[in-house]
T-cell receptor, first 115, second 112 residues
Framework: DSGVTQTPKHLITATGQRVTLRCSPR?????VYWYQQSLDQGLQFLIQYYNGEERAKGNILERFSAQQFPDLHSELNLSSLELGDSALYFC??????????????FGQGTRLTVV | SQQGEEDPQALSIQEGENATMNCSYK?????LQWYRQNSGRGLVHLILIRSNEREKHSGRLRVTLDTSKKSSSLLITASRAADTASYFC????????????FGQGTTLQVKP
């Protein structure tokens, strides 16, 4: 158990809908990362938050947004869903921003299926 | 595009044999990490090697890093059936963010 909790584990929704994925980081970790894993794109970095502020942005679509709350949990919002958004979405957390090299602890992921 | 490319894409060995996976990357890095993923589950961190390190060991794992060739290798010695999983290298480009760029992964099957 990594200590990172993601909910829900599975999500099936229709095209055009909006969903929210939730992540609780390990106790004490200030950084939260979101990754998308799909068969054709592999593991892609989406976005990082550190202590409530956006720290780094990757290939995140404009239809997607995220935030980190004062209690450090994070939510990833996916809207106007398309079939191609079907993927595993992982949240990870680490102690710091990454300075000097920090391992990341991954949650079990949310499997999103868009039908 | 992916920063890392892993080789081979798939590897099948017998229990007790050693498994070697290679990773190449394109740009300068702060550190390189290896992760394991069991069938559709979360990733588990295995080992981190910094750009000024050349070799690191952790139990049955040995990682090397050659920054001049922009490549790394992961060696798993005396493999076990439980080592069956996908292995990913991930590079951290900056010390200011823990953002990781993952390779496509190597799928390892260890036959009992």
């Amino acid at each position: 158990d990594s200590g990172v909790t993601q909910t829900p584990k599975h999500l099936i929704t229709a095209t055009g809908q909006r969903v929210t994925l939730r992540c609780s980081p390990r106790s004490g970790d200030l950084s939260v990362y979101w990754y998308q894993q799909s068969l054709d794109q592999g593991l892609q970095f989406l976005i990082q938050y550190y202590n409530g502020e956006e720290r780094a942005k990757g290939n995140i679509l404009e239809r997607f947004s995220a935030q980190q709350f004062p209690d450090l949990h994070s939510e990833l919002n996916l809207s106007s869903l398309e079939l191609g958004d079907s993927a595993l979405y992982f949240c990870a957390s680490s102690v710091a921003t990454g300075g000097g090299g920090t391992e990341a602890f991954f949650g079990q992921g949310t499997r999103l299926t868009v039908v | 595009s992916q920063q890392g490319e892993e080789d081979p894409q798939a590897l099948s060995i017998q229990e007790g044999e050693n498994a070697t996976m290679n990773c190449s990357y394109k740009t300068s890095i702060n550190n390189l990490q290896w992760y394991r993923q069991n069938s559709g589950r979360g990733l588990v961190h295995l080992i981190l090697i910094r750009s000024n390190e050349r070799e690191k060991h952790s139990g049955r794992l040995r990682v090397t890093l050659d920054t001049s060739k922009k490549s790394s290798s992961l060696l798993i010695t005396a493999s076990r059936a439980a080592d069956t999983a996908s292995y990913f290298c991930a590079t951290a480009l900056s010390s200011n963010t823990g953002k990781l760029i993952f390779g496509q992964g190597t799928t390892l099957q260890v036959k009992p």
